[in-house]
């Protein structure tokens, strides 16, 4: 995800949600302030990035003799469930604020999403 020159990029297992406003009001018409609405143990918002993944540990032919083991292949992922574009609800508290180019994120790892809307 970038803007500009600069460019947000998501590591690990971790997905960047834009965050939903929550409802400044109650569902009989009272205002609640700011702080009441970040209070809550569970928020939604839609997916802007996803890392690649936990990454996996290489699987070699070569088990009882470690020394043979080459160099380095390409890294492979655990594949992300959370796509761009899905509507996340995560716990509020495993969550990381962040402001990037004067937009207010979440960033969030994969095993704090409760459940994913496509």
Do not use: C
């Amino acid at each position: 995800m970038g803007k500009g020159d600069k460019q947000l990029l998501v590591v690990g297992d971790r997905v960047l949600i834009k965050v939903e406003e929550g409802d400044e009001r109650s569902k009989v018409g009272l205002y609640l302030p700011a702080t009441a609405v970040d209070n809550q143990a569970v928020q939604g918002g839609t997916v802007v990035a996803t890392g690649p993944g936990t990454p996996l540990t290489a699987v070699e032919e070569h088990f009882d003799e470690p020394w043979r083991i080459s160099g380095s292949k390409d890294t492979r992922y655990v594949p992300m469930q959370a796509r761009v574009g899905d509507y996340a609800l995560f716990f509020r508290k495993a969550a990381v604020e962040i402001t990037f180019e004067t937009e207010r994120f979440l960033v969030v790892p994969q095993a704090a999403i409760l459940t994913l809307a496509r």
